[in-house]
DNA sequence: CGCGGACTTGAAGTTAGTCAATTAGAGTGG
DNA sequence: CCACTCTAATTGACTAACTTCAAGTCCGCG
């Protein structure tokens, strides 16, 4: 951690610019400013380690800006990300005592954090934001059941096609996407190798399905042919 | 649905016989009775559907006896079953106002269910139950993050040894395990095909590390050997 | 019993993975 | 500003794992 700002709680204050806050997130406002939780910002390096695997849950996280991966590992190094955090994303609500994964930042984050037992205090007296942690965990759930359907029975195209269609969803910008993420984390992420992941974005680009002004900044030119794709 | 009883929400009515009563189904049960829901048993014969992926998701179930699949399928009828579901444990607790998977009795399968709407007013007024809802529901992500490293990493043979200590550990009876699932069935969980599963299993039979009764009558020889294999 | 679905097993085919080489691009320091 | 370096990404050739297709066998149920 690099940097440490108290904030006041207030909603205002906690939009990142550009970055429209999504349900979960005005949520996660909602419960800060009506518990009168005290929210802490923190910055990460790229690649840093935010909470791992296993460790005590002590905090629940905001994106402000950047963004993160958690993910489970195998003891060989296998790796499956379970989902990619943008800003406004909450993250790190893992009901119970520890964390079930491990969260890293992909480029230099800011999050926003609350103290996990606070919440919970705020939750036992305050009928709304128990509901909101309860709805916040379901909206995870119900990326994850997408997700298996998404690793166990789609084919490499359909499951780039899918993600292409996620991350132009969650943050496109005029029309272009940078993506903050590798092509190994891609493919961590679909269930595919890097090399997989590659060859599958080539092949959309030949076909005109999209363009790229670098690797990580992509066009779709077709969405509707990409959903075709996916299944 | 072929039978239909009113039940007392009492507890103690509610644990199938020799079906150890798991936290979450607790907690079910303790929603039942704080809140005064009224409980109905029904049953369904194997195979039928108890509610459909998109349906307005009106009631909250618990298995009393029998077993329950939930899956996704893809347009051309690739099916992902994320779960399977045991005596005692609950499911259909989708917050949202659609189910979110399609639910089948895998086998004949008497179910007790509760008004979901119901359970909401309950959560509203009742601060336990709104944590119950809301583990429960975490216990599920719970499950499915697991089951994405499974579907996204692990090798045919690494998710077949997962399979069986899951079942293992929630179904065997006297070291037996009594499979209620088809092969298709297992295949659809673990992101493979019935002949993959096939012969994994008769892969670990010839090692000696399980003995076949019958095709789904299963003892685990070599539990140690099964985790090594687990990754 | 004997019918029919479930399961097993074999052989061939396909998809994605592995290994390896090359290219592109971002960041660094002269 | 440009050369250098290092990592990320692409691409190719080959391989392995799993799927597909196709017989058979088992066995649970009428």
Redesign the pocket.
């Known amino acids: 951690m690099h940097t440490q700002t108290i904030t006041a709680p207030a909603t205002h204050a906690l939009n990142a610019p550009h970055a429209p806050v999504s349900p979960p997130a005005d949520q996660f406002s909602i419960i800060a400013s009506c518990s009168g939780v005290i929210a802490i910002e923190f910055s990460y390096r790229k690649d840093e380690e935010i909470y791992g695997e296993g460790e005590p849950s002590e905090y629940v996280y905001q994106v402000i800006r950047g963004a993160v991966r958690t993910y489970k590992l195998l003891t060989d190094g296998r790796r499956q990300i379970g989902a990619f955090h943008l800003a406004g994303d909450v993250f790190g609500l893992d009901p119970g005592t520890s964390h079930r994964l491990t969260a890293e930042a992909i480029t230099d984050t800011t999050v926003r954090l609350v103290k996990r037992r606070s919440l919970e205090t705020a939750a036992g007296s305050n009928i709304r934001v128990a509901h909101n942690l309860w709805t916040m965990t379901a909206s995870d759930l119900r990326h994850a059941e997408d997700h298996m359907l998404l690793l166990g029975r789609k ?3 359909e499951k780039v096609a899918t993600f292409l269609l996620e991350m132009d969803r969650r943050l496109a910008n005029a029309g272009m996407m940078a993506l903050p993420m ?3 984390d891609i493919g961590d992420y679909l ?9 599958a ?2 092949q959309l680009n030949e076909q005109g399905i999209l363009v ?1 002004s ?3 900044q992509i066009v779709l030119r077709n969405r509707q042919r990409l959903a075709d794709m996916d299944a």
């Open positions: 084919t490499a195209m590798c092509r190994r269930g595919l190798t890097l090399e997989t992941v590659s060859r974005l080539s790229f670098s690797a990580r």
